[in-house]
């Protein structure tokens, strides 16, 4: 026996009407939410991908200039927005040989302030997420609460507990609960999802700044050279901490 959900939903009363369109209304909002997430990350981990090689080779030729012209032109890779920051940083210095400790503590400390910033911006939307994966399911059993009553209404009305007396407000019930689950659940699913990929953006992050301030510590001892970080990152795709 087929159903029809507009005749479901025609037949519904008018405060579980209600319901639906708020849980439609969130399961729009979500979705709208995980596509974009889904979009900001892909280019995130595409663009660092690419900049990667390029940018170790520039460290490898001791070429500052390019390596700091390459991480501005990557403005979505959350790798060149850190490490471009913290060149840029002690750039003027390390052309000179001026470079002190205090001023690789500076550039760490500009690192860390560009991580927090980058990270803020990964994890906007999350909440929406979060928000509709808690309260859908209790929207949806406000509905199934009503559509009990109006099933207990119903058999009052008729004098009767016949299944005609309380199949409509049977019928309100498990569809508010069912749509409910069905929009809780994928944003649920979302939002662990997108939770992983940020930790794991944040652990790259983490790593390559780390490296950095390694290579100029090393720059400041006079020891230029091929650090580990240009190891990590290769065009084989390798060890690295860069996530596929």
Known sequence: MGISLIALFSSMGGFAKGIVLALAIMSVYSLTVMVGKWWTLRKAQAETRKFAPEFSQFLEEDNLNEAIRLAESYKKSHVARVLGGALGEVKPLLQDGSVTVADINSAERAVERNMMIILSELKRGLAVLATVGATAPFVGLLGTTMGIVNAFTG????????????????????????????????????????????????????????????YLIKGVAGEFGRSRFTREFNTTGGAGPIST
Request: avoid cysteine.
């Open 155 to 214: 058999m009052a009305q008729s004098g009767a507990g016949g299944m005609g007396a309380i199949s409509a407000g049977v019928a309100e019930a498990l569809i508010t609960t069912a749509f409910g689950l069905l929009v809780a659940i994928p944003a649920v699913w979302a939002y662990n999802y997108f939770t992983t990929k940020i930790d794991n953006l944040s652990v790259e992050m983490t790593y390559t700044s780390k490296e950095m301030i390694d």
